[in-house]
């Protein structure tokens, strides 16, 4: 028997999915838009992913939809897009005065797609997390209405931190992690990560194609536009990787030229990271398969979310619940 439940929203490949699981959670709903993240989910996974969303959530649909399609969760789990937040269709006097809620007439921002799901099914906790500049996005201004319609509108008590996963996977990724709580008596701390950085030669296979050594004419562009660019002091660079610290944050686009990290080879031109070297950096476990392209995988691994910091703020979550519980069913719905 799960010991909770949980929804994996903007699931990508699974990062959630795999800590929440490790702490003895049951996956009861997938959502995830991208057609080959959803097969690489699925091929680890199992089970049925949703596509878009907002076919269940969007703005002006009857709630009945969310409380049909969606089963009854006790944590919600969303690494969201971190697209700009819009107010369209929400007049000056409507955003000031809250003569009604923001969750009525904002669009174009998934974030409210994420809380119209928690208005309808009011799950136990909600785990969130994206790029640490949301943070101080728009001088604030973003980070604060999530704030306003997760605390005022939803009622629920929201902390949040960034963390840096780099002593727990050897990639410096900052991200912030939000976490908010139904019940307000839950005293919740984030995990203390710090320690020794991972270096990144511990995410590293012993043998690697050639396939992945970059061309003449690749190394030379990236050398060229990097002296360029320092002379500017402005744009473009590409390093050879030290391998004696954690690797730079690894994005979506490294599959176009891999100058967030190139591996330096004896006698050769630097290589890119392989697939697998990808999932290391995440902390994905062995067993993960991931996509068979490589452009595909590399993009999807870019996206994802350290499984290792979920594991670790998800733990604390538990633990929180439990020191909280007195009685109180803060788990396992039925």
């Known amino acids: 028997m799960s010991k909770f439940k949980f929804i994996d929203l903007f699931a990508g490949i699974g990062g959630f999915h795999i800590a929440l699981s490790q702490l003895g959670g049951e996956c009861v709903f997938t959502s995830e838009i991208d057609e080959k993240a959803r097969e690489t989910y699925i091929k680890n996974h199992g089970g049925d992913v949703f596509g878009d969303i907002r076919e269940i959530t969007a703005a002006g649909l009857p709630d009945c939809r969310i409380e049909e399609s969606i089963p009854n969760h006790d944590i919600l789990a969303a690494g969201f897009p971190c697209q700009p937040f819009s107010l369209a269709g929400v007049s000056a006097r409507?955003?000031?005065?809250?003569?009604?809620?923001?969750?009525?007439?904002?669009?174009?921002?998934?974030?409210f797609d994420i809380a119209r799901i928690v208005k309808v099914k009011q799950p136990n906790v909600l785990l969130l997390e994206n790029v640490s500049n949301f943070l101080n996005h728009d001088g604030g201004k973003t980070f604060r209405l999530l704030k306003d319609v997760i605390e005022q509108e939803l009622g629920y008590k929201l902390y949040h931190s960034i963390l840096n996963s780099e002593t727990l996977v050897p990639q410096s990724r900052r991200r912030i992690f939000m976490v908010a709580?139904?019940?307000?008596?839950?005293?919740?701390?984030?995990?203390?990560?710090?320690?020794?950085?991972?270096?990144?030669?511990?995410?590293?296979?012993?043998?690697?194609?050639?396939?992945y050594t970059i061309s003449d004419k690749s190394w030379a562009g990236?050398?060229?536009?990097?002296?360029?660019?320092?002379?500017?002091?402005?744009?473009?660079?590409?390093?050879?990787?030290?391998?004696?610290?954690?690797?730079?944050?690894l994005v979506a686009r490294?599959?176009?030229?891999?100058?967030?990290?190139?591996?330096p080879q004896v006698?050769?031109?630097?290589?890119?990271?392989?697939?697998?070297?990808?999932?290391?950096?995440?902390?994905?476990?062995?067993?993960?398969?991931?996509?068979?392209?490589?452009?595909?995988?590399y993009k999807q691994f870019g996206n994802a979310v350290p499984v290792p910091v979920v594991y670790e703020v998800a733990k604390q979550i538990i633990l929180a619940l439990s020191d909280a519980g007195a009685g109180k069913k803060l788990l396992a719905v039925s």
């Not at 409507?94 to 974030?111: E, I, K, M, P, V």
């Not at 139904?182 to 203390?192: A, I, Q, W």
Request: contains cysteine.
């Open 94 to 111: 409507n955003a000031l005065g809250r003569s009604h809620g923001y969750l009525d007439d904002t669009q174009g921002t998934l974030f």
């Open 181 to 211: 709580f139904r019940d307000h008596t839950v005293d919740f701390n984030f995990p203390d990560l710090r320690g020794e950085p991972i270096p990144l030669r511990q995410a590293l296979e012993a043998q690697v194609d050639d396939r």
């Open 222 to 249: 990236h050398q060229r536009r990097t002296k360029n660019n320092l002379a500017r002091g402005a744009g473009f660079t590409a390093f050879e990787a030290n391998l004696d610290k954690p690797a730079k944050t």
């Open 254 to 263: 490294y599959y176009k030229d891999g100058k967030e990290c190139l591996v």
């Open 267 to 297: 006698a050769k031109n630097p290589r890119m990271l392989t697939p697998r070297e990808c999932a290391n950096l995440q902390g994905f476990p062995k067993w993960f398969e991931p996509h068979p392209t490589r452009s595909a995988a």
